[in-house]
């Protein structure tokens, strides 16, 4: 597959791979099925497929490919892009880490992600006005998922954060807590009255 291919398709492949991923998790997941996990299942597969292997396939393509990759984009080839791809290689093993790891992972590289994609998008929008580069690589997929990965990012993590307890809740949890001790001290008791 030539690279003009690969932009056109890659991008779209990881999406559909990260909710077909999750769809399959989710439908054999334990039921009744919480929103958490739906949550969990959804963020571990947009942080593997979208943010862990695009970002490894953009490394490969920068450090390895330079000039194709900067012909797809509409660059000239640069210097620069071997700290982007450097840059893609750490944001796709942190992402493939967090993706198998805890909420607080999870939320440090999404906010490394979200910093570097929507800078990454802005650029592409910008290229467009000032220069009118459509090329594949710089109006195609790529700089939609630069927009839509960030955005979908976010929802899933606030929607994750855990709500404050009410004080119903609370109250509920002392409650049970009291009842807990009744019961210890209430077995306690009738094991000392049985040994007596």
Not at 12 to 34: C, E, H, K, Q, T
Not at 58 to 72: C, K, N, R, S
């Amino acid at each position: 597959m030539d690279a003009s291919a690969q932009i056109w398709f890659l991008p779209i492949l990881v999406w559909v791979a990260a909710l077909v991923f999750a769809g399959f998790a989710i439908w054999n997941g334990p039921r009744p099925l919480s929103r958490g996990f739906v949550i969990d299942r959804l963020l571990r597969y947009v942080f593997l497929f979208p943010l862990g292997m695009l970002s490894l396939w953009a490394f490969i393509g920068h450090v390895l490919y330079p000039d194709q990759a900067a012909a797809v984009i509409g660059w000239s080839p640069s210097p620069f892009q071997y700290e982007i791809g450097v840059a893609n290689l750490g944001l796709g093993l942190a992402s493939i880490y967090a993706a198998f790891s805890s909420f607080q992972a999870r939320v440090a590289v999404g906010i490394m992600a979200v910093c570097f994609l929507l800078g990454a998008g802005i650029g592409h929008v910008r290229d467009i006005i000032e220069v009118g580069n459509f090329a594949p690589g710089n109006a195609g997929p790529i700089m939609i998922t630069d927009f839509l990965t960030p955005i979908v990012l976010v929802v899933l993590l606030f929607a994750a954060v855990r709500r404050p307890k009410s004080s119903a809740t609370i109250a509920l949890e002392a409650e049970l807590r009291v009842a807990r001790k009744a019961l210890r001290d209430y077995r306690s008791a009738l094991d000392s009255f049985g040994r007596d």
